[in-house]
């Protein structure tokens, strides 16, 4: 079992900075890949970035390539997602989950454990 929770999410004005965090337990968080996703109302959810268990590799959907930053502390068990420049087109509830594989990928069903979520809203 695996309990992954998100925090940090608010109401922010466009341009403005958030981080999120998600707090793992459970698990050997160390050995697992992390990824970030978000669902805006009435769409699907959509990737936004994962990093490798060891922090090496991170990736991004291009949409917001440049202007988030994932980044993890082991000792923590935390990943983090730092979110720059936000648009109100960031306006989402963000997810954060367990990769089922050591290169995450970019499909929820590439996850197998997901948080509760963390509503994130950019006024314009």
């Known amino acids: 079992q695996v309990q992954l929770v998100e925090s940090g999410g608010g109401l922010v004005q466009a341009g403005g900075s958030l981080r999120l965090s998600c707090a793992a337990s459970?698990?050997?968080?160390?050995?697992?890949?992390m990824g970030w996703f978000r669902q805006a109302p009435g769409k699907e959810r959509d990737f936004v970035g994962a990093?490798?268990?060891?922090?090496?590799?991170?990736y991004y959907a291009d949409s917001v390539k440049g202007r988030f930053t994932i980044s993890r502390d082991n000792a923590k068990n935390t990943v983090y997602l730092q979110m720059n420049s936000l648009k109100p087109e960031d306006t989402a509830i963000y997810y954060c989950?367990?990769?089922?594989?050591?290169?995450?990928?970019?499909?929820?069903?590439?996850?197998?454990?997901w948080g509760q979520g963390t509503q994130v809203t950019v006024s314009s």
């Open positions: 989950a367990t990769s089922k594989w050591g290169i995450p990928g970019t499909a929820p069903y590439d996850y197998d454990y």
């Open positions: 459970g698990r050997t968080f160390s050995t697992v890949a």
């Open positions: 990093i490798t268990w060891n922090g090496f590799s991170t």
